[in-house]
């Protein structure tokens, strides 16, 4: 898989924020669904939403609603899910966040 420009900056940035992580880890028992980043306190996901101004694959109908079951069922079970648009991770916001 090649990484996009903000994907290498997020993990850049949590490098610098001492903050250990995995990647595209997949989080429930019989979905396929991953998150881009899991902090390794184990319940602190990441998400870097690309594609917000372009009618990308998260603001069409069906990749909306399969993103709001994912994220739903990711609170349901726990974890604590940040959200990013590229943007905030390439301008530091994200980082700024995250500190």
């Known amino acids: 898989m090649i990484k996009h420009e903000a994907h290498l900056v ?9 903050l250990p ?9 019989t979905r396929k669904w991953r998150f881009d980043y899991m902090l390794k306190d184990g319940k602190t996901a990441i998400e870097i939403e690309g594609g917000i101004w372009s009618e ?3 603001n ?8 709001l079951d ?7 079970m726990g974890f604590r899910v940040y959200r990013f648009s ?7 916001k994200a980082k700024e966040f995250l500190k």
Do not use: C, I
């Not at 997020?10 to 001492?18: A, T």
């Not at 992580?21 to 997949?26: A, I, P, Q, R």
């Not at 069409?60 to 993103?67: A, K």
């Open 10 to 18: 997020m993990e850049q940035h949590l490098k610098e924020l001492k």
């Open 86 to 92: 590229t943007e905030d991770v390439l301008t530091g």
């Open 56 to 58: 990308g694959r998260h």
């Open 21 to 29: 992580f995995l990647t595209e880890f997949m989080f429930h028992p």
């Open 60 to 67: 069409r109908g069906q990749g909306y609603q399969e993103d």
């Open 70 to 76: 994912k994220y739903n069922e990711a609170a349901k």
